[in-house]
């Protein structure tokens, strides 16, 4: 049997997890459990840029994956960097099991916006989708419509939808 789980790691809401297992399943016909809390690995965090480096977050999803797993994503709340970039909204490894997503800058509050559950969860099963197809060994697509197209900002994700063009999704059924 299939199993992809996802790890809450840190203040993540039960809607936000509902969120997750609904667009899993939905996205990747995929069984989806969610684990326990995990805290916030300490040593991710970067006292200079006040951020959390994403792959130091990434390598204690993988550390914390079942054996059963197929896949395995990691959600946060904490804003997460690489230190090429100023900032990610998730990373995954190519191909790989592993994948986190940070909800920090999918929030409308963060860009001095009144809360709203509705975008956020959207831009959350967007993201999902695009990080678990990069373990599917999906890269960015140029269509600007497809999960799989690059988001270098909150409105690229606006753009786009929780599913994949036909190329990408040719792909992903080779791999499923």
Do not use: W
């Not at 390598?59 to 997460?80: S, W």
């Amino acid at each position: 049997m299939n199993f992809i789980y996802v790890l809450p790691i840190g203040d993540i809401t039960k809607e936000m997890l509902g969120v997750a297992r609904k667009t899993i399943e939905k996205r990747f016909d995929y069984i989806c459990n969610v684990l326990d809390y995990e805290e916030i690995p300490e040593q991710a965090f970067d006292t200079e840029r006040c951020q959390y480096l994403s792959t130091e977050i990434l390598k204690r999803v993988l550390e914390l994956c079942p054996e059963n797993a197929t896949k395995i994503i990691g959600i946060t709340p904490v804003d997460l960097f690489i230190p090429i970039l100023t900032f990610v909204f998730g990373q995954a490894q190519l191909d790989g099991k592993a994948a986190v997503v940070s909800t920090h800058r999918l929030r409308q509050e963060y860009y001095r916006l009144p809360r709203n559950d509705t975008i956020l969860f959207e831009r959350l099963s967007k993201e999902i989708v695009h990080e678990l197809g990069h373990t599917f060994g999906m890269v960015h697509c140029h269509n600007s419509n497809c999960a799989m197209h690059f988001s270098n900002a909150v409105r690229d994700i606006d753009v786009k939808k929780d599913t994949f063009c036909e190329s990408c999704l040719r792909v992903l059924r080779r791999k499923l």
